[in-house]
């Protein structure tokens, strides 16, 4: 417990900082926008970007891991969709609700708790469960917002709108160009790497700041809201690793290695990635910003309870 408590505290330090300064009156209710704002359109696309130039594809074919990963990352997506949780809700929010039940905090806690517990020979497969979370998993989800979100009603100009949204949209357009530069075979140069590296290390502290900032918000939730939040944190940290646990050993017959990282990747909490959508898309954040909160208090107990039985 206490290695996965080294982990997880600095999560709670940054939401806690946000939580703080808010009280404090160092930051106001406006710094919540701002501070997303920076997030979504330099950090977070500089990050995911960064993450695709520097990916070799020789050394993360592994269509195992990323099938089992992809395939229960699907399932835990999906859940929110079939079981109705607060009344007809609109796509865009069905949509939240899914990242939510299927955003792990790969990118913020994968690598160093996977390093405690299995060592370096996992990295490229920790790196595998980013890219699906970011760029797949993400992307999915921005899609169904944006289609969600059009009040078009005919099909072929929808899909004119839709397309028109998502190339605009940095979160996408970033990994994919870092995915061109990546088949190219060319390299960042130094400065611009740096630069890259920089601008995307805010990404994660800045949207854990602001999401404490908007825990400091006075707001009231709902019956049907405390009951989504229970359900979310549910599918995130039992459902979606057992699937993963499942799929990996008895479907793809991985490696014990494989399988364990796998799982480990898949238990983790909530990542700030649906709170950011939820507060560019002006969607409701308040289950969104409870669900990153509870699960990753809860997970403390949930991975070490892993970690205990895989050794």
């Keep these: 417990m206490l290695s996965t408590l080294v982990v997880v505290l600095p999560v709670f330090a940054l939401i806690f900082s946000g939580w703080g300064a808010f009280k404090l009156k160092i930051l106001g209710e406006h710094a919540i926008a701002e501070l997303n704002r920076f997030v979504v359109y330099l950090a977070l696309p500089a990050l995911l970007f960064d993450i695709m130039a520097n990916t070799e594809g020789s050394e993360l074919w592994q269509p195992g891991f990323i099938a089992a990963y992809l395939l229960s990352s699907v399932i835990a997506f999906t859940l929110p969709f079939v079981i109705r949780l607060r009344g007809r809700l609109p796509l865009a929010d069905k949509a939240l609700d899914g990242l939510n039940a299927a955003y792990s905090n790969t990118g913020y806690m994968g690598i160093p708790l996977s390093l405690v517990a299995f060592g370096p020979a996992v990295l490229p497969a920790t790196t595998l469960s980013i890219i699906i979370t970011v760029c797949i998993t993400f992307a999915a989800a921005i899609i169904l917002i944006e289609t969600g979100m059009q009040t078009e009603k005919k099909p072929l100009r929808l899909v004119g709108k839709v397309s028109a949204s998502l190339i605009r949209n940095p979160l996408l357009v970033a990994p994919a160009l870092g995915a061109i530069l990546a088949f190219s075979g060319w390299s960042i140069p130094g400065p611009i790497e740096t630069f890259l590296k920089?601008?995307?290390?805010?990404?994660?502290?800045?949207?854990?700041?602001?999401?404490?900032?908007?825990?400091?918000?006075?707001?009231?939730?709902?019956?049907?809201?405390?009951?989504?939040?229970?359900?979310?944190?549910?599918?995130?940290?039992?459902?979606?690793?057992?699937?993963?646990?499942?799929?990996?050993?008895?479907?793809?017959?991985?490696?014990?290695?494989?399988?364990?990282?796998?799982?480990?990747?898949?238990?983790?909490?909530?990542?700030?990635?649906?709170?950011?959508?939820?507060?560019?898309?002006?969607?409701?954040?308040?289950?969104?910003?409870?669900?990153?909160l509870y699960s990753t208090v809860l997970s403390v107990l949930t991975l070490s309870a892993f970690l205990a039985f895989v050794r």
């Design 198 to 292: 920089m601008l995307g290390g805010a990404a994660s502290p800045c949207a854990l700041v602001t999401l404490g900032l908007f825990l400091a918000l006075p707001r009231k939730l709902e019956r049907d809201s405390l009951n989504a939040i229970s359900f979310l944190v549910f599918v995130k940290l039992i459902v979606h690793p057992l699937a993963t646990w499942l799929l990996a050993v008895y479907v793809f017959r991985l490696p014990p290695l494989l399988a364990e990282s796998a799982t480990l990747l898949a238990a983790l909490p909530a990542g700030t990635g649906p709170f950011m959508l939820a507060e560019h898309y002006r969607r409701e954040a308040a289950v969104t910003s409870n669900v990153i």
